[in-house]
């Protein structure tokens, strides 16, 4: 039927190759790549530059907003449980009795706590008001007979000395606290001096006291530490467990997981003991910071309000000036999801990268702020550092998602509104 | 491939549109079959129907009634997405003002039917540039689509339409925008699409002078559709146009045509005779 195809073509605009390729090609998928979407939003951004920046600049400042201030809460939050709760280990238990006549802590108990399923360690303390002998003055302090675990429990900070080592009897643990009573500035000075630890046989003492007379015994000190603002005292419990002391002043009880505190913690108080834990503490540390994290989200989401409505705006702006590109994607064959695809592309691609810049400059800025605090505080005689700014990757992660279901939710209806842009209408003739 | 005679059956379709207080006609029950590899011709007077039929026939516009079944395929009873992928696939679209992705450039432009058909960029570009070549706009690439005057943005819609190698090429008004020169490049180009590359042409235009060009022709008026009386095979015109668009010096071809058509078909060609090989049987 066609002789032409193996003629001589004189244009050299037409191969006549073409002629044999008939069929229609085929690409092997049915439908746009998404990747092919995704190009076409980025290049509609790139050519509305102003717009595009202009919007994005938007999502930085809501954004940036949002992630400086709930940074500074969680900064805050984050000085605060190190100020109070310190080192200390939260999954800890301090069990007490409040009738020490009835209700004895011993040996018994510590097995039976061993036993409570969850309970990984257990550690016990003898507590006792005592006068210390340094340099012909005695001065009141409070002696722990305490052993390894306790101290590692504690967290507390070595000061000076070696190690801190608690096995042997004849040495004895000061704390700084101590130090400032009895006039000592330099905590290396106390090192190897000798101290009259004297316990008094009181009937008021919680503990079963065993001697007749006070108990009396030099040590040596081998470290100093820093463990709050009473004078504190730390020696090998073995002193008082051989002499037939047998009641405990405290037990601390080691849970596996945080979660678990709570019914171990029913369990001991069933037997009529008093617990307390660091745990409590720290909820009421997060409980006042959770409402104030609230309140700074809240303050930086008016900056992410006017964020949404201007996103809103160059979507639906985007939309209105594109119906005959629409109209014509339509005609060409794009189907109407592919149309929605486009806008969500677009949206997701403004407030992500919003989202991206804004967590960079609110981390900047946080870093900023607070080598300045830093150096205030420094000026001011605060010697340590600290940092009022944590930006967790967690809340990075958080705002990133949140941005882009944002955006999502902006892009909702003007993308519906263009996939139900008509060709016919669009693309009419005047 | 399909042997079948006819690409386009339209079976019994008719389009009314439901207005307030009103119910407007716009396409009367009509039945139509056209031809493979004709060069149609779709014509009527402005507000005739013209238009609705055309829509009818791309898939866009669902009939109140009646079929349009494209190679044994019913159009409408197809879902949306496998009708805009029929579109994709099966169609080439030129229009009398021409639309652009305006963030893309000529080559992507072309290239967006290709990839509303699935293809990936890099695997739709060269196909894009051949096209272009093929209409001879291909050093227009990479520019902006908007910086183009309205004749070379329908010669590159003429490249977006056939990039898909589409069996069906659908032009409406393709002219209506162009001078004369740019008019009958256009034409010529159609006519090549028809020839050299056995492509059904669909064509609606209210320009009579176009009309010997076609091998089927169909007049719409008031929403009555009727077949025109068919010549057999082209007729001299065409013929003459067709003879002067595969004459030896290609590079003079529009102006061979616009001589022409100024002197009135007095010129004649030695080399006639190769376009009656393309004679419908």
């Known amino acids: ?430 | 491939m399909n042997n079948q005679k006819n690409v386009i059956e339209i079976v019994d379709l008719e389009k009314s549109f439901v207005l307030p207080h009103t119910t407007v006609k716009a396409i009367k029950k009509c039945s139509l079959s056209i031809p493979k590899n004709s060069f149609t011709i779709i014509h009527g007077p402005s507000g005739s129907g013209k238009s609705t039929l055309l829509d009818a026939i791309t898939g866009l516009e669902e009939p109140t009634a009646g079929s349009v079944i494209f190679n044994s395929v019913n159009l409408y009873s197809l879902s949306n997405d496998k009708r805009a992928n029929f579109r994709a696939n099966n169609l080439g679209l030129v229009y009398q003002t021409n639309y652009w992705v305006a963030s893309l450039n000529v080559l992507d432009n072309v290239c967006v039917p290709l990839f509303l058909s699935g293809y990936l960029p890099h695997e739709a570009r060269p196909l894009a540039l051949e096209a272009l070549k093929k209409i001879n706009v291909d050093h227009l690439a990479k520019q902006g689509p908007d910086v183009l005057s309205i004749g070379e943005q329908q010669r590159v819609s003429m490249a977006r339409a056939l990039v898909s190698d589409p069996q069906v090429i659908i032009a409406d008004e393709p002219t209506g925008s162009l001078d004369t020169t740019n008019g009958d490049a256009i034409m010529s180009l159609l006519l090549s699409l028809k020839t050299d590359f056995n492509k059904t042409i669909i064509m609606v235009t209210h320009n009579l002078e176009y009309l010997p060009m076609s091998t089927y022709r169909i007049s719409v008026k008031d929403g009555v559709v009727t077949e025109d009386e068919q010549e057999h095979g082209l007729s001299p015109e065409t013929k003459e146009k067709l003879k002067h668009y595969m004459s030896d010096d290609d590079d003079k071809q529009i102006q061979d045509i616009l001589n022409n058509r100024s002197s009135n078909s007095t010129s004649k060609s030695t080399s006639g005779s190769k376009a009656e090989d393309k004679d419908q049987k």
């Open chain 1, 1 to 430: 039927m066609n002789k032409l195809g193996s003629k001589q073509y004189a244009s050299k605009n037409i191969s006549p190759k073409a002629n044999n390729r008939s069929s229609q090609r085929k690409s092997g998928r049915d439908y746009i790549h998404f990747r092919v979407l995704l190009l076409m939003s980025l290049k509609n951004l790139v050519f509305k530059k102003l717009r595009t920046t202009l919007t994005i600049v938007g999502v930085v400042i809501g954004i940036g907003a949002i992630v400086f201030l709930v940074s500074l809460g969680l900064g805050l939050q984050k000085v605060v449980t190190e100020q109070v709760i310190g080192s200390k280990s939260v999954n800890t238990i301090e069990v007490t009795t409040s009738k020490p006549q009835s209700i004895k802590l011993n040996k018994d108990s510590v097995s039976e706590f061993r036993n409570y399923s969850n309970v990984t360690d257990v550690s016990k303390t003898y507590s006792f008001a005592s006068k210390i002998g340094y340099k012909n003055s005695n001065t009141d302090a409070i002696v722990y007979g305490a052993d390894s675990t306790f101290l590692d429990l504690s967290g507390f900070r070595l000061v000076a000395g070696d190690q801190v080592n608690i096995e042997n009897e004849d040495s004895i643990i000061v704390n700084t606290a101590f130090l400032d009573t009895v006039g000592i500035s330099n905590p290396k000075d106390i090192i190897g001096t000798k101290l009259t630890v004297t316990i008094l046989k009181d009937k008021n003492q919680a503990i079963d006291f065993p001697l007749t007379g006070d108990f009396m015994k030099e040590l040596k000190v081998s470290s100093v530490i820093d463990s709050g603002n009473s004078n504190e005292l730390f020696t090998s419990q073995t002193t008082f467990s051989t002499i037939g002391f047998r009641d405990f002043s405290q037990i601390k009880v080691v849970v596996n997981d945080s979660n678990n505190i709570a019914a171990v913690r029913k369990q001991i108080e069933s037997k009529a003991f008093t617990t307390n834990s660091p745990a409590d503490t720290l909820q009421q540390i997060n409980q006042v910071f959770s409402i104030l994290n609230i309140l700074l989200a809240a303050a930086g989401g008016i900056g992410m309000t006017i964020a949404i409505l201007g996103m809103f705006n160059t979507l639906t702006i985007s939309l209105l000036e594109r119906t005959k590109e629409i109209g014509l994607l339509v005609s060409l064959g794009a189907r109407q999801r592919d149309i929605k695809r486009l806008f969500i592309f677009e949206a997701i691609l403004l407030s992500a990268m919003g989202a991206v810049i804004g967590i960079i400059l609110a981390w900047v800025a946080g870093f900023a702020v607070n080598t300045f605090a830093v150096n205030l505080a420094y000026s001011r005689g605060v010697k340590e550092s600290f940092s009022v700014f944590y930006l967790p990757l967690w809340l990075a992660i958080y705002i990133m998602a949140f941005a882009v279901i944002i955006g999502l939710v902006v892009v909702a209806f003007p993308a519906k509104r263009a996939s139900r842009i008509s060709p016919i209408k669009a693309l009419r003739r005047e």
